[in-house]
T-cell receptor, first 111, second 114 residues
């Protein structure tokens, strides 16, 4: 079963605009990670945010985490056509190395 | 250093057959997890191995099994294949059993059952 759900399911924007994706999850977590997947290929790790962190930046990526609302958001600024991909949030609820993925947001950046 | 390698990349099998998929983790990584990705169910956790021991298993039937070798390479096996087993199978490796460890994914094996 999915732990997280991304919103929106699909997003289409113009190059240069910002893209925001949201992830909601159900149980308490130790950390949350965001991944990118290009067209049915492997997943690429983007950023990890721990439960005691509220915001994290990596290049054009900004991730926020609100554990009280059990939600996270991923902001991609100044989007590029190469950002076109599916984005997944993944939660680690502790214990063993089991990471549970959300349903994904399909982002299309139009040149 | 080399990334996670999955072989084969593509596979077509007939219903009722069995299949073995292989995953070589990043050198030094001791944890390997397997996931099944389908359009309908998304990414579903199959199982996770650490130091040759299965530590966690997802909600899949017993037809799905795996193992890990002393060099951390892992294999997963699916017996009596069904059409619904058609999916992209992804493996991920990470350093080990420490919370918040980044997982690195392979390109996946796309299995088609006909």
């Amino acid at each position: 079963s999915q732990q997280g759900e991304e919103d929106p399911q699909a997003l289409s924007i113009q190059e240069g605009e910002n893209a925001t994706m949201n992830c909601s999850y159900k149980t308490s977590i130790n950390n949350l990670q965001w991944y990118r997947q290009n067209s049915g290929r492997g997943l690429v790790h983007l950023i990890l945010i721990r439960s005691n962190e509220r915001e994290k930046h990596s290049g054009r990526l900004r991730v926020t985490l609100d554990t009280s609302k059990k939600s996270s958001s991923l902001l991609i600024t100044a989007s590029r056509a190469a950002d076109t991909a599916s984005y997944f949030c993944a939660t680690d609820s502790g214990g063993y190395q089991k990471v549970t993925f959300g349903t994904g947001t399909k982002l299309q950046v139009i040149p | 250093k080399a990334g996670v390698t999955q072989t084969p990349r593509y596979l077509i099998k007939t219903r009722g057959q069995q299949v073995t998929l292989s995953c070589s983790p990043i050198s030094g990584h001791r944890s390997v997890s397997w996931y099944q990705q389908t359009p309908g169910q998304g990414l579903q956790f199959l199982f996770e191995y650490f130091s040759e021991t299965q530590r966690n298993k997802g909600n899949f039937p017993g037809r799905f099994s795996g193992r890990q070798f002393s060099n951390s390479r892992s294999e997963m096996n699916v017996s009596t294949l069904e059409l619904g087993d058609s999916a992209l199978y992804l493996c991920a490796s990470s350093l080990g059993h420490s919370l918040g460890t980044e997982a690195f994914f392979g390109q996946g094996t796309r299995l088609t059952v006909v």
